[in-house]
């Protein structure tokens, strides 16, 4: 086994669990830097409707890419029960099977997201303000999101084998170099959000490029050889049977979002939706870390489950609960406490804008932990092969949820404030992750008693 891989079958648990998402965190942690470099720098220098352009897009990316993402999820654990299992055929299958795949995701996403960005945007209640903005961005980003797919997948491969510092390594130079883009094209050619989003693209493509050499360089059964690419139908059932429904979950997730940002755009506020931007982006460094534990439950559970130890299972999923709760409760706290310094790197112009972002962090923040421990439960459960129940849970209560709130609770003339409309995220992870919780116990039971599941 390489250095740079982790035994997830043997050794100490809460060592090897630490050391393999220690990059994952900071794997996110950059990746969530390309956003911020993208908020940070047209905040600076071209204001605060550039960063409600900018931020307002987020949402509904995210519905739009992950349905695809989640099929990356099960291209990670086709590659890690086959690995566990030590079947170098199949692992070599599930390789290139989910390199392909990759690029027709990315394909299809183009052009979705380049064609349809202005009609989605309107439909989301996109402030006329902010719209044109936030279409020049949404059609370029989309320019680039075949190589946004081509990394997702490389480096959900790369951990399923073990190896996590790879895509840090590889997302450090994107990172970097998207930064010095960013700078480059707003400060030196006097571009607003057009800018931001080309730095984005072309770090993305770098990021894509260095995933698949590594890939084609391994040594072992894993190694990429491009002339092979193809569909595998026992690999590709494999990734559809995992990925689909965490897909469809992310996209119903992303629904309920895209619904609470058409809330948060009903309030027709420049200082709420940018105030929310910054804030959600500054959450988001607290939630890599949390999102972090739930890869490392799912690729854990994944190869045990292939090695045909699943009773080890169970200790994998309470020590991941309890690292992302310590961490989680950490960072939410300290997010918290320095909220306004914080938010002020992004919003110069606007003190009623840092405001309302203080009210999102105070009850999204603060208790940001609740949904790490609900997805922790989630990723254990993919592992083990399980994709369809944690996704009716999260759907039921999570996007039903907050949906039901949104129109319900919310709706009522003295309850339509930014405090009832995120209280419906501390009720909604509570409830997900008590049933994820059930679901566990049932699985795990039928799992170690040699049942199928």
């Not at 790197?345 to 923040?365: K, V």
Request: glycine share 10%; net charge positive; aromatic share 10%.
């Amino acid at each position: 086994m390489k250095r740079s891989q982790i035994n997830m079958l043997e050794g100490p648990l809460l060592k090897n669990v630490i050391l393999y998402t220690l990059p994952i965190i900071f794997t996110g942690i950059l990746q969530l830097l390309f956003n911020a470099a993208d908020l940070v720098v047209v905040g600076r220098f071209r204001g605060s409707v550039c960063v409600a352009a900018v931020g307002s897009t987020g949402a509904l990316i995210n519905l739009i890419i992950n349905l695809f993402i989640g099929l990356s999820v099960g291209a990670g654990v086709a590659v890690a029960q086959a690995k566990g299992a030590g079947d170098a055929k199949r692992v070599s299958e599930a390789v290139h099977t989910s390199v392909l795949a990759s690029v027709i995701s990315g394909a299809i996403l183009t052009v979705i997201g380049v064609t349809c960005a202005g009609w989605l945007l309107e439909l989301m209640k996109t402030p006329d303000d902010i719209l044109p903005l936030s279409t020049k961005y949404m059609r370029i980003y989309f320019v680039g999101i075949l190589s946004s797919m081509v990394y997702n997948f490389g480096a959900a491969i790369l951990r399923a084998l073990g190896d996590t510092r790879g895509p840090l390594l590889f997302l450090t130079a994107a990172g970097a170099a998207n930064v010095i883009l960013n700078l480059f094209f707003v400060i030196a050619l006097g571009m607003d959000v057009d800018g931001v989003a080309w730095a984005t693209v072309i770090s993305q493509t770098m990021a894509a490029v260095l995933v698949v050499l590594s890939l084609t360089r391994r040594g072992d059964e894993a190694r990429l050889y491009l002339k092979r690419l193809r569909i595998h139908r026992e690999a590709l059932v494999k990734m559809l049977k995992i990925g689909l429904p965490a897909g469809f979950q992310s996209v119903m997730f992303n629904i309920s979002n895209v619904i609470i940002q058409s809330s948060i755009n009903s309030f027709n506020s420049v200082a709420i939706s940018s105030g929310n931007s910054a804030a959600g982006n500054i959450e988001g460094f607290v939630y890599v870390l949390m999102n972090a534990f739930l890869q490392t439950a799912l690729n854990f559970s994944g190869q045990n489950v292939g090695a045909g130890r699943e009773k080890r299972v169970s200790k994998i999923l309470g020590c991941c609960l309890a690292c992302v709760s310590a961490f989680g409760i950490t960072l939410g706290v300290l997010g918290y406490i320095f909220g306004r310094p914080l938010l002020s790197i992004y919003i110069t112009d606007s003190p009623e804008a840092i405001e309302y972002g203080m009210i999102r962090l105070s009850l999204i923040c603060l208790p940001y932990f609740l949904c790490g421990i609900m997805d922790v439960a989630t990723g254990a459960l993919r592992g083990m092969g399980s994709s369809f129940v944690p996704m009716v849970i999260t759907i039921a209560g999570v996007c039903v949820f907050r949906i039901v709130w949104i129109y319900t609770v919310f709706a009522i003339p003295e309850f339509h404030t930014l405090q009832v409309l995120y209280l419906s995220y501390i009720i909604s992870w509570t409830i997900s992750f008590l049933a994820q919780m059930i679901a566990f116990r049932h699985v795990y039971g039928k799992l170690t008693k040699g049942r199928r599941i």
